[in-house]
């Protein structure tokens, strides 16, 4: 029993842990796939409005609310359109308060038209 109770902090720890790092890895697949949706409405369309608009739709409603996305596209074409998507992320929200970080993806494509 004294060796269960030693060892239970660390083993709770250890699976708060793990539930922590999935939850961050899953934001930052999400923020890849809206990066990729914004560059791909970048490079096909010359107003930067809807590559922003198409990478706030590849994300829940919560977390688009929550985004800073920027957009850089030259004019001419088979220059690299950039989108960048920027989340603040709050990491062991239930431990101390929580510490946010800044999840970043990015996603460069030729400007096709």
Request: proline content about 5%; hydrophobic content about 60%; glycine content about 4%.
């Amino acid at each position: 029993m004294v060796e269960f109770a030693l060892v239970l902090p660390v083993v709770i720890l250890v699976l708060l842990a793990v539930v922590e790092i999935t939850a961050v890895a899953r934001a930052q697949l999400e923020l890849a796939q809206a990066a990729r949706e914004g560059a791909r409405a970048a490079a096909t369309v010359a107003d930067p409005s809807r590559a922003v608009e198409a990478a706030r739709n590849a994300l829940d409603p919560e977390v688009a609310a929550r985004v800073r996305v920027s957009v850089r596209r030259p004019a001419a074409v088979g220059s690299p359109a950039e989108v960048t998507v920027v989340l603040p992320h709050r990491v062991a929200a239930s431990l101390l308060g929580g510490v946010t970080v800044e999840l970043r993806a990015r996603s460069v494509m030729r400007v096709e038209k």
